[in-house]
């Protein structure tokens, strides 16, 4: 495995409830901001596997846009 794991931050304002759910049950601090919605820091990895655990297991009908945040 490669030990140079980026971690970037990362928005959305898709599925609030679900991905403030999801976070919490994997353990990852995030933050609400108004215009940006849920702030997060993750690795680029978690976040393909986290829009598949909200498509896969928490029944979202379309994938969620999670971006790169740039203040």
């Not at 928005?11 to 976070?23: C, E, P, Y």
């Amino acid at each position: 495995m490669n030990g140079n794991i980026e971690i970037k931050e990362w928005a959305t304002n898709d599925f609030k409830g679900r991905v403030a759910q999801r976070l919490m049950t994997d353990r990852v601090r995030f933050c609400y901001d108004p215009e940006q919605g849920i702030v997060f820091t993750a690795p680029e990895e978690y976040v393909k596997g986290l829009i598949y655990k909200l498509m896969v297991c928490d029944g979202v009908k379309r994938r969620p846009n999670i971006y790169e945040y740039n203040k």
